[in-house]
């Protein structure tokens, strides 16, 4: 008897039990995230528990932001388990440093915002600091 998971599923259902869309699991065939599933007789695509696992890996990955080439050299990785999993801790510094940068981004765009907004006297549009300071031209790099 086949585990429920192993048995052959429909596009449709591979969809609900993910949570991804089928036009995205479509895209993920396309450029070879998601291996092609074998088909029907009657053309439709059967799907089975390994693409069900491959395709919540790369809904987690993309969850958490890394980029389609970094998923895909991931999966690589995990395809050869035996491998050394150096590659794979680069990947994820790589984008831990990336999202520090975006933080320090954000908090001077945070602590600009808030410097605006409490000096706002919420007078006359005239005289209104918000208007003033984006009116203002800044070297922020």
Known sequence: MAHDGDKDLSIGELSRRTGVKVTTIRFYESIG????PPRSSGDRRLY????????????????LGFE???IRTLLELSDTPDMPCGRA???????????????GKLT?????????????????????????ALAEPTLHG
Do not use: W, Y
Request: aromatic share 2%; glycine share 2%; net charge negative.
């Open 48 to 63: 089975n528990s390994v693409h069900e696992r491959r395709l919540a890996f790369v809904r987690h990955a993309r969850e």
């Open 108 to 132: 001077a765009l945070r602590e600009e915002l808030v410097r605006m907004t409490d000096a706002c006297a919420n007078t006359q549009v005239a005289s209104c600091r918000v208007i003033e």
């Open 68 to 70: 389609m080439a970094d």
């Open 89 to 103: 801790d680069e990947i994820a510094r790589g984008h831990l440093a990336s999202i520090d940068e975006k933080i």
């Open 33 to 36: 995230l998601l291996p092609e």
